[in-house]
Each structure stands twice: as C-alpha cells, then as structure tokens.
C-alpha cells in the first residue's frame, strides 16, 4: 500500500524568509509525486509534479520541490515566502505501474505572518 | 472555460434521507474521482472512473454509489446519509494515464443531521 507523510500539522514564516513543508513517502516502484495547494473554500490547485529526471522541480507561483529517493521524501520550498502563500498544502503520491489512484497526505496548513 | 463544475455547493439533509452529487467537466478528461475531506484526515478517494463505461471504489466507498453518466459528468449518491457522511465532497478528473494532475471542483459542503 502507498501512504505520504506530512510531518506538520502548521508551518509559521514571516513573510521573506524561506518556507519548506515537508512530504515522505512509501509507494512500490517509483513514484509520482505532486503538491496542491487549498485556498478557502476551495478546490485543490496543482502547484507541480516530479515524474522522473532533474530531481529540483519548478512549479507554479515560485515554489519548488526537491525529490530525494534515499530518503524518500519530496519537500515542498520556497525562498521567499509571502502573506498571500498562506493556505493548506497537500502532498500525494502514486505508484509508476499499472493504474494506481493518488494517496493524499492529511495536509500542511501554511501561515506567513507580515 | 469552468473546467470542474460541483452542484449543489450546499446541502442539510436529515438521517436517511438520499441525495446526488453532481459533477460535470468540460476539459474532455477521461478520468473523473470523488473525493471527501475531513479534518485531519487529508482527501480520501470514494469512487473513481478510470475511463467512461467504468467504475470501481476507492479507499471509502461503504454507503456511496456512483454513476459515470457519460464522458463529461460523474455522480455521487447517498442511498441513505448518515451523520458520518457530513464532508466535504470534491470531484476530480484528469487525462488518463496517471501523469497528469487532477482537476477539482470547488467542493460540495454537506451536512447531515
């Protein structure tokens, strides 16, 4: 069975400094990773996705994941963080064979402070 | 362009009573899930349809139904709610292969009391 970690419940940055949120996860074979990211009464938005190649992946709105197989883990950063990053922040994962549905972890609420 | 559409946004329903969710895309995917979100609990899958004409459960299926109606829409029924099914109910969908991200509604909020 698949299953993706997220450590913390809450994350607080001040605005302009670094943000990490942080995904491990377990999955047979090689995985698909992806972040989304919740606003307010909303649905989930795709912010990027690691497939395979360049382990550092860009994504949407300046943030970035680094994937790292030995440590099965896929942390979600950002150099400069902004009020307006505050919002819920999901990881996921499938497996690279067959047809595997995503496996959502339980979410990582995001607050930058002013 | 609306991509995924959830109706109702919200809903009260009383013990028992039954209800359907709807969903239609307009991205012509071929692959369309339902979703529930609790607190704490992150989104679990109920049901998905990996392609149109198919259907088969997820991770939380006891007590849902769901009908692939065609390629753009995909409902979710409550034969009989029960004050355990008060969610948040999302629908996805996704081109087929497992690549692509998923697409999601803005959410149906039930209650159920």
């Known amino acids: 069975a698949q299953s993706v970690a997220q450590p913390e419940d809450q994350v607080n940055v001040a605005e302009g400094n670094p943000l990490t949120v942080k995904c491990t996860y377990s999955v047979s074979g090689n995985p698909y990773l992806f972040w989304y990211v919740q606003y307010p009464n909303r649905g989930l938005q795709f912010l990027l996705k690691?497939?395979?190649?360049?382990?550092l992946v860009k994504g949407s709105y300046g943030f970035e994941a680094e994937f790292n197989k030995s440590q099965t883990s896929f942390h979600l950063k950002k150099p400069s963080a902004l009020v307006s990053d505050s919002a819920l922040y999901f990881c996921a994962v499938r497996a690279d064979s067959g047809y595997s549905t995503l496996t959502f972890g339980k979410g990582t609420m995001l607050l930058v402070s002013p | 362009n609306a991509g995924v559409t959830q109706t109702p946004k919200f809903q009260v329903l009383k013990t028992g009573q039954s209800m359907t969710l709807q969903c239609a895309q307009d991205?012509?995917?071929?692959?369309m899930y339902w979703y529930r979100q609790d607190p704490g609990m992150g989104l679990r899958l109920i049901y998905y349809s990996a392609s149109e004409g198919t259907t088969d459960k997820g991770e939380v299926p006891n007590g849902y139904n769901v009908s692939r109606l065609n390629k753009r829409e995909f409902s979710l029924r409550l034969e009989s709610a029960a004050p355990s099914q008060t969610s948040v109910y999302f629908c996805a969908s996704s081109e087929a292969g497992g690549i692509q991200p998923q697409h999601f509604g803005d959410g149906t909020r039930l209650s159920i009391l």
């Open positions: 991205m012509n995917h071929n692959s």
């Open positions: 690691y497939i395979t190649g360049d382990n």
